[in-house]
Structure formats: C-alpha cells, structure tokens
C-alpha cells in the first residue's frame, strides 16, 4: 500500500493555523451569554430547543433577531454562514403561533410560509420545524415544491398545513390552481437565502405571490384587509441572507415595511421606507438602474466570512488540474480518518464525469498483488448532487452525506446555499465559483457555528486576477503549496532521492498520473464519453460568466487541448471543439455588430 509522506513543516505550518484561527473563533463569540428563554420564548419551546436539539443557549444572531421578529416588526437579516438562521425565524413563529387561543386547527389553512430556493433547502428547513414543533402537534408542518407529486401536494394543503415551506414556482402553481388552499390568516412571510430565490429568476414569481397574498407593500390598505379577512394581527414579512445585493434591495423595499436591520453596518446602510421608484424583481441586474435609495449598497460591500475558515487558492496549469485535484483529495483523506469534503463543480455531466471517474479509478499500484487486490485511487465514500439527478436520489444523497462521518460529495451549486451538512471540513472550488456572493455562500458549507473548515480556491495561471475581485469584497486567500503536495507522494518509475522540482506540470508523479489517468477514461468508450461531455458543458460554463468577470474567465486566453487533459482525454474532442469555436465566432461577430449598431445609433443622435 502506498504511503504519503508529509513534510514536518506542512504539520507545524498547519497546526499554527488551527491554533490561530481557533483562538480567532473564540474571540468571535458564536454564542450569546443570555438563554432562549430571557429572549421571550415560550418556556415549553425553550425546553424543545434543549432537549431536542441540544441549543443550550442563542447564537448571537438568534440573541438579536429573536426578540425583533417577536416584536411583529417586518426584519431583514444579514449574517455570516451557519450562524444560525433558520432557528432565529422559526423559533418566533412558533412562539406566537402556539400562543392562540383558541388552538390553531388544520381548517385555519396557513399561517406562515417560508420561500426557499431549492428543494434540498426546503427539506432540511422542514425537518428543522418538525423537531421544533415536537411538543406542539396542533401546529402542522408541510412542505411544496418543484418536482413533487401535485395532487398529493393538494390533499396536504386541503387538509391545512399551519407553516409551510415552499419553493416559490410551486407555491405559484398551487395559489393559482389548488381552491382549497386557505391562506386567508397568513400572517408571516419569509425569504430565506433571498438572494438565491431571485438569482434563481424567480423575481417575477415572487412579485406574483405578494400580489396574490395581498402583501406587496404598495396595496392599499383596503386591499389588504379583504385578503386577510380572519388575521386578526398584520402581516410580518422577514428577509434574510448571508450576502445581499441589488436585486434583494428591489426586494425588501416591496416586501416590508420599515424594515429592522440585523447584522447590517450602519455605514453600509441607507434605510428607506419610501417605496417609490420599485423596478421590477425579474429585470436583468445588469439593466438595473443606478438606485439612490438602496438598503444596502452592494459594490464595495465586505462579505461577512466565519472568522475561523482558512481560505486558500491553489494555482494550477489547465492541463494539470485533474491530477492536482486528485493528489490533493488523496492527502486530505490520508491524512485524517474522518473527514468530510464538498466539491464544487460549475455543470451536471462534469460532476457525473469525476463521480464515475473516482468511483472506479484504480490506487497507483507498485506491485502486482496490489493491483490484484484493485484498491482504489481515494478510499472514501463518495456522493454527487445536481439538478440533473431523480429527486428521490437527490434526497437520498442529501441525507446519506448529512450523517457520513467521512465522505467526498461533488456537486454543482445546488449544494451551495444554506444546507446543513454537519462536519464538512473542507470545501473545494475546483471549477471557479463567479461572483463573489456565490463563493461567499459556497465555503459557507464549512466553518459553520464556530466549527473549524478549510477552503480552496482552484485558479489558472489566467484567472488570478479573481482573488482582486475577492479583496474588493475583503475575502483574502493565501496559497496553498501544491508542489509540496506532490513531493510527498511516492515517485514510481523514478529514483526515490531526486531533486525538488520547480514545475508543476513536468512533476514526474503529475506526469505519471496524467498518462494514468488518460488510459484509464480513454479505454472505455463510456467513460470517454462522460469526459467528452464534461468538457463541452465545461466549456459552454466558461463563457457565460457576467459582467467584469468575463475578463477574467476568457476562454480566448485558453488552450482548449490543455482543457482536455484536465478531463484525462489525450486530445480536444474535434467535433466538439469545432461546435463550439464556431459558437465563439458566432458571438464574437454578434458582438461588433451590436457595437457597429450602437455606434450608428450615436452617431444618428449625435
Ligand atoms: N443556538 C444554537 N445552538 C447550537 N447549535 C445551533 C444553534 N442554532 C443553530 N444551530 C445549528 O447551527 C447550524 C447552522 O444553522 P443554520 O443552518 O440555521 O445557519 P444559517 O445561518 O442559516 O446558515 P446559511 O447562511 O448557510 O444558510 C445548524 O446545524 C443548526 O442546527
């Protein structure tokens, strides 16, 4: 069995981090030094949060939001990943809602919805509710969303579902189609991971349903009382997010109503209750407006990060980003016996290509009865999550990671908002992640609460000025050393003392593993096929990066065979290749002629 060897000063480099960044961690306070209970909660709910859920005391977040959304007034919450949240919100709702008497009944219909963006999300804030809602069984839990069985959906909301989580096209379909669904006493609205839902393009969705709710903030009173007939208190709207922007300001300023800021830099904020000038949810950020009257301003915001996540970048060669990915994955899992890592990936068939490929691709053996015995390269449980996949094989994924004490999950950004996976250590960026927010959100699948996490940004040689448009946002990373990685594998076919090398893509045990790997997916026609593919949607992936990032990520700047090799294909796929240089020109000219029309278009007014 081959062996890694780490270098001592990798450990000592490594265990001064931890050192410094759990020292970090405690200084940041996760936790509030007050209970749940001197926050105004329920003492019955206080205990749930205990003995269910083993909360002892609020997170700082929970500490200030708790007793605002109490209050009833309309909350827009920004804080870092994994602080908390989802309890922050469900907790006060609960607390009122078990208060009514006479109990609530399943006729009552809904009372409060949470909008979530994707279908794993909805999930977890569900099972969250349903151990919160433990000792409070006249109050329902439910769930809709995209992809479910629609007439079962039906009878749930027939029967009443008292806090529903929804994702917003679905919601749609039933406020329209489903008559029996009664949401005359729907008195709390809220948006979490806001931002996603209207990256989403769900922004015209979203206007749709505050219409239909009656709860878009410029109806007129009159209008709102005939929608909520029974609600005997006035609607609460709450917003919340770990990054804002534009399109979540558009958002707020429809949605509530003299909002109360949490977790948002006075200096940062411009507060306006006005609500004039509202552009629609749906438009283009790009077609947005210069808007005076923003709640947050977006551009030079500073991300807020967990203080003890270490964030790294790799710098590697196109060609050798695939062996890179590899030796790196392969040390992580050496080196701890638990240990759980997300991969983030920017398409589908590029996660089905490397789950195929890890699931199968065999350990570099040195002799024959190693080979015989077919150890595989990296000996961890693997798991993929994309949107592609049967929603019954999503769930599944979802929670067989969620309880995995050590396992690797590949998957697109499905995975990367709000979810919950508990002991995720490590997040890798193997396929850059596009705007800041979405790395933000990404690496925020780690660190979570205080915890301990690593990040690692993998960038080409080209793509370096990436970590600049980071730093805009205050998100700074420091290198990794890939080379030592490298180094400390076993060299076959090389004599064990040889130099140090100065280049990545001429390391021996790169070059070994490169050819390796190239013979393994080419031999077999469908693996081939997967890399193919892979590479193609890779490709289309690239060039539809917005705005100042398209400088950054051009696919003019690269050597589309290099890119093969980063799928182990020995050459660029031709046809595939030619489709898409074609695609390239195609672009390229309908570019000069919009700019050759643009400038007529000047020309004739001027
Ligand atoms: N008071 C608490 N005590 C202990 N654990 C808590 C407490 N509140 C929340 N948690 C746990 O912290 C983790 C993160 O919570 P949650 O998912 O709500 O974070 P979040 O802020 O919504 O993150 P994201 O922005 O990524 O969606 C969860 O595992 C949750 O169970």
Redesign the pocket.
């Known amino acids: 069995m081959e062996k890694r060897k780490r270098t001592t000063e990798e450990t000592s480099m490594d265990e001064n981090k931890v050192k410094k960044a759990m020292s970090k961690a405690e200084a940041s306070q996760v936790?509030a030094s007050c209970s749940f209970s001197s926050l105004g909660l329920h003492p019955n709910l206080c205990d749930q949060?205990r003995d269910r859920?083993?909360?002892?005391?609020?997170?700082l977040?929970?500490a200030q939001a708790i007793p605002v959304i109490l209050s009833g007034k309309h909350v827009l919450v920004n804080?870092?990943?994994?602080?908390?949240?989802?309890?922050a919100y469900l907790a006060p709702v609960i607390h009122h809602l078990q208060k009514y008497d006479p109990r609530i009944q399943r006729s009552d219909g809904t009372f409060a919805l949470v909008l979530v963006p994707t279908h794993e999300l909805c999930m977890q804030v569900y099972e969250?509710l349903q151990k919160l809602l433990h000792r409070f069984h006249w109050i329902v839990p439910g769930y809709i969303m995209g992809g479910e069985n629609r007439s079962k959906e039906k009878a749930r909301l027939r029967k009443g579902i008292s806090i529903l989580v929804a994702t917003p096209g679905r919601l749609l379909d039933h406020l329209k189609n489903t008559a029996s669904f009664v949401y005359s006493n729907l008195r709390w609205i809220i948006f979490d991971?806001a931002d996603m839902i209207l990256e989403l393009g769900f922004g015209k969705d979203i206007e749709e349903i505050l219409e239909l709710l009656g709860s878009r903030q410029n109806k007129s009173v009159s209008e709102e009382k005939q929608i909520s007939k029974i609600a005997e208190f006035q609607r609460q709207n709450l917003l919340l997010s770990?990054t804002l922007n534009d399109k979540v300001n558009n958002l707020a300023k429809i949605s509530l109503e003299n909002p109360i800021m949490i977790g948002l830099d006075d200096k940062t904020l411009q507060i306006s209750p006005s609500l004039e000038g509202l552009k629609s949810l749906g438009s283009d950020v790009e077609n947005e407006v210069e808007d005076s009257e923003k709640i947050a301003r977006s551009s030079n915001d500073e991300y807020k990060l967990p203080v003890q996540l270490f964030q790294r970048y790799v710098k590697v060669p196109c060609g050798s980003r695939l062996v890179a990915l590899l030796s790196i994955l392969k040390s992580l899992f050496e080196r701890e016996s638990s240990y759980k890592i997300v991969v983030f990936f920017s398409t589908c068939n590029a996660v089905d290509f490397h789950y195929s490929l890890l699931s199968e691709f065999p350990s570099l053996s040195k002799t024959q009865s190693e080979a015989e015995a077919l150890q595989l390269f990296l000996k961890c449980k693997l798991f993929r999550l994309h949107g592609n996949m049967k929603h019954e094989d999503r769930r599944t994924t979802f929670q067989s990671f969620k309880t995995e004490k050590s396992a690797l999950l590949l998957s697109t950004d499905v995975a990367a908002?709000?979810l919950?996976f508990?002991k995720v250590r490590c997040i890798i960026q193997y396929d850059s992640p596009g705007e800041a927010t979405e790395y933000v959100?990404r690496v925020?699948?780690t660190a979570?609460?205080g915890e301990r996490g690593d990040s690692l940004l993998f960038l080409q040689p080209v793509e370096m000025d990436y970590l600049q448009e980071l730093e805009k946002h205050g998100v700074s990373l420091t290198e990794y050393p890939l080379l030592k990685v490298f180094d400390s594998f076993p060299l076959y076919s090389q004599k064990q003392n040889v130099k140090k090398f100065v280049s990545v893509e001429m390391h021996p045990w790169v070059l070994n593993l490169q050819k390796t790997l190239e013979s393994f997916v080419t031999a077999e026609p469908k693996r081939k096929k997967l890399a193919k593919d892979a590479f193609c949607s890779w490709a289309r992936a690239y060039t539809a990066h917005r705005g100042e990032l398209k400088s950054i990520f051009m696919v003019k700047k690269l050597h589309l065979g290099h890119v093969a090799r980063s799928f182990a294909l020995k050459e660029q796929p031709s046809l595939v290749g030619q489709s898409f240089q074609i695609q390239s020109k195609k672009r390229k000219r309908d570019q000069n002629q919009k700019g050759l029309s643009k400038k007529r278009k000047g020309a004739r007014k001027s």
């Not at 859920?53 to 997170?59: L, Q, R, S, W, Y």
């Not at 804080?79 to 309890?87: I, N």
Request: charged share 20%; net charge positive; aromatic share 6%.
């Open positions: 936790f949060l859920m083993g909360f002892e005391a609020p997170t977040i929970q804080a870092a990943t994994g602080t908390g949240k989802t309890v969250i991971e770990a908002r709000g919950d508990p959100h925020g699948r979570r609460l």
